[in-house]
Antibody, heavy 120, light 110 residues
Framework: QVQLQESGPGLVKPSGTLSLTCAISGDNIIGESWWSWARQSAGKGLEWIGEIHHTGNPNYNPSLKSRVSISVDKSKNQFSLTLTSLTAADTALYYC?????????????WGHGTTVTVSS | EIVLTQSPGTLSLSPGERATLFCRASQSVRSTYLAWYQQKPGQAPRLLIYGTSIRATGIPDRFSGSGSGTDFTLTISRLEPEDCAVYYCQQYGRSPPMYTFGQGTNLEIK
């Protein structure tokens, strides 16, 4: 059974940097799947942040592109999110997700999510 | 950016009834890039339907999807109490790569 587990700080200061990691179990990051970060807040609903393939070519939401970086750690079978210049608008529940792809949009495995609050 | 608009916002039905949920896109969406998710309180979204009409693993055949172009539908026949949830549609566009979600339909079971 494939499982994803997000980890990172629950509280970050305004103008600070958020770093989250998604640990993958039951699957290998070196495969056909793409790996995404998404977030959910009351104000914006579900929002895609970005995705990466193990070949290392990330794609980002244009609205966040200037502040986002996603990377892969093959040795640890995990991927990570960095989001800079945080404001209260970045307060949300953050999910890591597997896109099984195969020619379809198919986000078939989600982490439980980790709550991030931006506050001083 | 393609905007997805879901309707109705809230749907209240009884067990055994049929639910029809709509998702309208601001531009045409490729059928392979349209998916539906179910989210229950305190849980992550769960994939129900991908490729417009293909049920994900373990999803009962009470759930079905249809549509093309800009109009897509999720139908739940014979509602059960555990179907109480928020349902989201999602699309993927290639140029530039971008995923967007609808705002959700809240399905209440009386």
């Amino acid at each position: 059974q494939v499982q994803l587990q997000e980890s990172g700080p629950g509280l970050v200061k305004p103008s600070g940097t958020l770093s989250l990691t998604c640990a993958i179990s039951g699957d290998n990051i070196i495969g056909e799947s793409w790996w995404s970060w998404a977030r959910q807040s009351a104000g914006k609903g579900l929002e895609w942040i970005g995705e990466i393939h193990h070949t290392g070519n990330p794609n980002y939401n244009p609205s966040l592109k200037s502040r986002v970086s996603i990377s892969v750690d093959k040795s640890k079978n995990q991927f990570s999110l960095t989001l800079t210049s945080l404001t209260a608008a970045d307060t949300a529940l953050y999910y890591c997700v597997r896109d099984r792809s195969g020619g379809f949009l198919r986000w078939d495995v989600w982490g439980h999510g980790t709550t991030v609050t931006v506050s001083s | 950016e393609i905007v997805l608009t879901q309707s109705p916002g809230t749907l209240s039905l009884s067990p055994g009834e049929r639910a029809t949920l709509f998702c309208r896109a601001s531009q045409s969406v490729r059928s392979t890039y349209l998916a539906w998710y179910q989210q229950k309180p305190g849980q992550a979204p769960r994939l129900l339907i991908y490729g417009t009409s293909i049920r994900a693993t373990g999803i009962p055949d009470r759930f079905s999807g249809s549509g093309s172009g800009t109009d897509f539908t999720l139908t739940i026949s014979r509602l059960e109490p555990e179907d109480c949830a928020v349902y989201y549609c999602q699309q993927y566009g290639r140029s530039p790569p971008m995923y967007t979600f609808g705002q959700g339909t809240n399905l209440e079971i009386k």
